[in-house]
Each structure stands twice: as C-alpha cells, then as structure tokens.
C-alpha cells in the first residue's frame, strides 16, 4: 500500500543512523513496529496486580508420564 507521509526529516535521520538500516522504509517498519510492541508491554503492566494468584495451586498435579 503505497503512502505518502509528511516526515520530520531530521527524526529520520537520527533513526536511521540509530537503527543502523538502509532503507527509509525499513526505518520506519521497524519503528512502527517498536511503537506497537512498547504499547502492548504497556498493556501488558497493567493487568499486573489484578489476576488472583492461588498459592496453593499444584501445577505439577496435571502432568502425566507415559
């Protein structure tokens, strides 16, 4: 899908030369990727706290040997 951004030029660059890439492209794939992944791990701490934790739960007490 071909798209055309407005770009800052110089945050470009600076990514560039950070992510050590070739292309613009694959600048901002990878950058757009990282933002996706830092707003799940974000999610990710906030469920923290709020699952119940059995401490008595045998997790071993389903596994079978054959």
């Given amino acids: 899908m071909a798209t055309n951004l407005a770009?800052?030029?110089k945050l470009l660059a600076?990514?560039?030369k950070a992510g050590e890439l070739k292309t613009k492209k694959a600048t901002v794939n990878e950058a757009l990727?990282?933002?996706i992944q830092r707003r799940k791990?974000?999610?990710i701490l906030e469920l923290?706290?709020?699952v119940e934790f059995?401490?008595?739960y045998d997790h071993?007490?389903?596994r079978t040997r054959k």
């Fill in 14 to 16: 600076d990514a560039l």
């Fill in 33 to 35: 990727r990282e933002f």
């Fill in 54 to 56: 059995d401490r008595n």
């Fill in 60 to 62: 071993k007490k389903g």
């Fill in 7 to 9: 770009i800052d030029e």
């Fill in 48 to 50: 923290f706290g709020t």
């Fill in 41 to 43: 791990q974000t999610e």
